[in-house]
């Protein structure tokens, strides 16, 4: 019987003493894996990553204020893949101005390389971040 008053009370002190972490934390490694803020162009995957280059990257401002982002995409195997391209347009202090654009099937040739148009829905767009994923 003493034995398990030891082990209850044990677990209960375990138990408040893990309720009290005295306030709120700072994230830590906020720099780690956060590409989409700092580079025009993020690869998704490791199968992009091995697989595909976006060796040119053009945006434009229309008439009316709208950006327009052109990405040629290069497949760098040789076979043919499958890819998904979608594009992020953000404001100068890089939150999202809207909805991202869908992921839009692409579908490279072996060595081949394409162009890919998006078009933001508004003016408030400055920045921009393509992401490529593997085709699911």
């Keep these: 019987m003493k034995k398990l008053f030891t082990l209850t009370a044990l677990a209960a002190s375990l138990g408040l003493s893990a309720c009290q972490h005295g306030g709120a934390y700072k994230p830590k490694n906020t720099a780690v894996y956060n590409l989409?803020?700092?580079e025009p162009v993020v690869l998704m995957d490791?199968?992009?990553q091995r697989s595909v280059t976006a060796?040119?990257?053009?945006q434009m401002t229309l008439k009316d204020g709208r950006m327009r982002v052109i990405a040629n995409i290069r497949n760098r195997e040789s076979r043919r893949i499958q890819v998904q391209v979608s594009c992020v347009f953000k404001d100068e202090d890089g939150f999202p101005t809207g909805e991202p654009s869908n992921w839009r099937d692409l579908i490279?040739?072996?060595g081949a390389q394409e162009g890919i148009e998006?078009?933001?829905l508004n003016d408030k767009a400055r920045k921009f971040t393509v992401?490529?994923?593997q085709a699911h």
Aim: glycine content about 6%; aromatic content about 16%.
């Design 108 to 110: 490279l040739t072996e």
């Design 36 to 38: 989409e803020d700092s």
């Design 55 to 58: 060796p040119g990257v053009k």
């Design 118 to 120: 998006f078009y933001s």
């Design 131 to 133: 992401r490529i994923r």
């Design 46 to 48: 490791r199968f992009v």
